[in-house]
């Protein structure tokens, strides 16, 4: 039985018209010993049409039968797999005939259906502007004839420079690179179609199993033979045309670059159909081997492969040999531009990070997480978010210039459009990344805990307002009068819950002021945030009404054990700015609601838009109960706290600080934009700890609303004065 062995090509005759051809292999063994294998047919100019040296009766199907039989004879040879009588493996050691040899290609699967390829996702403000793309593999389809036409002649010329006259194997091109690899002694012509390499990398990519990973990539006949017979089909089915763009778009071309639109970003920094000569020849010859002639890392290397293209190019006639001259002399000319992945590099790290945890929640991308990050990371998306870029850079330089990231504190701010729940920033001052050290983190500080993970931070007297709305929704007037002590002592039992008397009724509460005291209404007692004020307010209203009417303004209590207290009015439950903005944009509303959502739409790669995300909008607060909210909290940035925070715009706010210490707020809007900023005492672990004596954007500020959070809204608040658009509270109804 003959070994593996050299192949000696003695003869191939092909006419340039249709006209029968011989074909005739001469195998030679290391003893010498000699057989050969003999195919005669019709060739048309592209593909053998018939003819075997075997009586007709014996062939059932002669013209694919033979077709089949021919490039199986020439796969076979080229593998070096060579037995006595017939160049086919399996038919040589089993004894089959040639037409039980064509009967089992004929049962292999005739069609490899074709998956969209992996496509890079990119997130997008309203105008367009890539705001960061997420992706599993770089890659941007594209149409063949947005490909440089010099590109789609370089990757011809080098890697199957006859794939327009052939059909799935190119018999003389596949033993012409075998000759002329030995004879370089090394590969310098691939020996596969393109077709049937696209095939290859087809299957490559659309193995999911461990299993099918392994079938893809087996070094084995079977292999080979089942590449080759769906190269086949695809010659049957599609165009010249279609195989060489999705070979184009499949292909890796080193440095995370997949496809060839990636490919002419990273290295050059334009779009595949700029691409000139020169480029197109550096990028043909990086898909035989991409991490060793990757131009970034072995630049000597990826010039020398770059001009073996161009002579080949010249040696077919594609371009002059003095043009290749010319351009061998060039250097590669890089302009590398790497794709950065994630949310990391963007620079709007946590707005981004927000619409990722968004979607992942939107069960009509799939029916699982595992799912719906597939779809976002290979889909092609367009994502359009809500953001404005002008206004997350004011509130990114706002807590920049209040909060360092090494600080013991952590300063967050959150921008929501009333009207509509439009997420219009996030911001926070630990950057995104892994670098403790550096007081980076992956915990998202200003939205909800569903989302960015972390607990968030107690309010303190923002809370106030919900008890003010409460009181409005049921008749009270905001002028009544209740006397305001520096403390009271009230019986727990006396505040009413959801569903009955609170639970801890034999308890007495007895909450003092921080500020000032005396007879208060709800404009005077909201001014100077009275504690006891709201304290004997809430016992009026009960704890039910104001802990509703919390959640149906944003706010996400889930817990009334601990929630539903006595204490609730001053802020007691853990919240993130992100859900204070949406329930105060609820007073700048006029009383509706909506839910905060940071995408418009998601269109597909090709433009079409798949799903829009409307507004969430629910009327939760009579129009007139809001505009006299309004009309309280306008008081407190004309003569109360917020006195020294007022912008040109018509403006409303209140201050919050726990009682601990641990965290300070404020929380203000204009009619058409509603912020909420935070400072919260937070060691390296992100856990609370008390704000004073704590040094924070290298002073030590006071632990107050109005004196430390305050400043950083007005600072954000002041640069985004002069875009919105100038319009006033409307007045409560007397």
Not at 485 to 506: H, I, K, M, N, R
Not at 618 to 626: D, I, K, M, P, R
Not at 640 to 665: C, I
Request: hydrophobic share 35%; glycine share 8%; proline share 5%.
């Amino acid at each position: 039985m003959l070994t593996r062995s050299f192949l000696a090509y003695d003869k191939v005759k092909f006419r340039k018209e249709s006209s029968t051809f011989t074909e005739r292999f001469c195998i030679r063994s290391h003893k010498g010993l000699r057989r050969s294998a003999t195919i005669r047919g019709t060739w048309n100019g592209s593909r053998i049409l018939g003819g075997m040296s075997r009586p007709a009766s014996e062939r059932p199907r002669p013209l694919r039968i033979v077709s089949h039989l021919g490039v199986m004879v020439a796969v076979a040879a080229v593998m070096g797999v060579i037995v006595a009588g017939l160049a086919i493996p399996f038919a040589g050691v089993l004894g089959i005939g040639a037409r039980n040899v064509a009967q089992s290609m004929e049962d292999l699967p005739e069609e490899l259906e074709t998956e969209a390829l992996p496509q890079r996702s990119k997130i997008v403000d309203g105008a367009g502007n890539v705001i960061a793309n997420v992706f599993d593999q770089n890659r941007m389809s594209v149409k063949l004839t947005d490909v440089s036409p010099k590109m789609r002649e370089a990757i011809v010329a080098i890697e199957d420079y006859r794939f327009y006259q052939h059909g799935a194997l190119d018999l003389r091109g596949t033993l012409r690179a075998l000759v002329t690899n030995q004879a370089s002694d090394g590969v310098v012509q691939g020996g596969s179609s393109i077709t049937q390499q696209m095939v290859k990398l087809t299957l490559q990519q659309q193995a999911d199993t461990p299993e099918e990973r392994q079938a893809a990539t087996d070094d084995t006949y079977a292999r080979k033979l089942r590449e080759l017979r769906y190269a086949i089909a695809f010659e049957d089915n599609y165009s010249k045309d279609w195989i060489l763009e999705r070979y184009l778009n499949l292909a890796y071309f080193g440095d995370g670059a997949y496809g060839i639109q990636a490919a002419a970003e990273t290295y050059f920094d334009k779009d595949a159909a700029d691409l000139n000569v020169r480029e197109s020849a550096m990028l043909a010859g990086l898909v035989q081997n991409p991490s060793n002639y990757d131009p970034t890392n072995s630049p000597d290397r990826a010039l020398q492969r770059r001009n073996v293209v161009l002579q080949r190019m010249a040696d077919l006639d594609v371009i002059s040999q003095k043009q290749a001259r010319k351009e061998k002399k060039r250097n590669l000319g890089l302009n590398v531009n790497k794709l950065q992945n994630g949310c990391v590099s963007s620079e709007a790290a946590f707005f981004c990070d927000y619409v990722l945890k968004y979607l992942a929640d939107d069960e009509d991308l799939g029916k699982n997480p595992a799912e719906r990050r597939r779809t976002i990371l290979t889909g092609g998306l367009t994502i359009k978010t809500t953001i404005d870029t002008r206004m997350q850079a004011a509130a990114d330089s706002a807590v920049a210039g209040t909060v360092f990231p090494t600080d013991q504190a952590i300063g967050g701010i959150a921008m929501i459009q009333p009207g509509t729940g439009a997420v219009r920033a996030i911001s926070q001052s630990r950057p995104m990344g892994a670098d403790q050290a550096a007081g980076e983190t992956y915990l998202n500080y200003v939205v909800p805990q569903r989302y960015g993970d972390s607990n968030g931070f107690q309010p303190g007297s923002t809370f106030k307002l919900f008890v003010v709305a409460a009181a409005l929704e049921q008749g009270m007037s905001p002028y009544e009068s209740i006397s305001s002590p520096e403390t009271v002592s009230l019986d727990a039992g006396s505040f009413e819950v959801c569903d009955g008397e609170y639970y801890g009724s034999s308890e007495v509460w007895s909450p003092s002021n921080s500020t000032t005291s005396g007879t208060m209404n709800m404009y005077s007692g909201t001014q100077n945030s009275v504690n006891t004020y709201f304290a004997q307010l809430e016992q009026r209203t009960g704890i039910c009404e104001p802990y509703t009417l919390a959640q149906e303004m944003g706010v996400e209590l889930d817990n009334p054990e601990t929630e539903m207290v006595p204490s609730f009015t001053l802020g007691v439950s853990d919240v993130s700015p992100l859900e204070m903005a949406e329930a105060y944009s609820t007073f700048a509303g006029r009383g509706v609601h909506c839910a905060a959502r940071p995408i418009i739409d998601i269109a597909d790669a090709a433009g079409n838009v798949l799903k829009t995300y409307d507004d969430q909008c629910e009327q939760v607060l009579s129009e007139n109960t809001a505009d006299r909210i309004n009309d309280i909290l306008r008081g407190v940035m004309e003569g109360g706290f917020g006195s020294g925070l007022q912008l040109t715009q018509p403006s409303a706010g209140k201050t919050g600080t726990t009682q601990d210490g641990k965290a300070v707020w404020f929380n203000g809007y204009t009619p058409n934009l509603a912020t909420a900023a935070m400072i919260a005492g937070a060691n390296e672990f992100g856990e609370p700890i008390p704000l004073a004596g704590v040094p924070v954007g290298g002073a030590y500020r006071p632990v107050s609303g109005s004196g430390f959070a305050g400043p950083m809204w007005a600072d954000a608040m002041r640069q985004v004065d002069p875009i919105l658009d100038d319009e006033d509270f409307v007045p409560p109804a007397s």
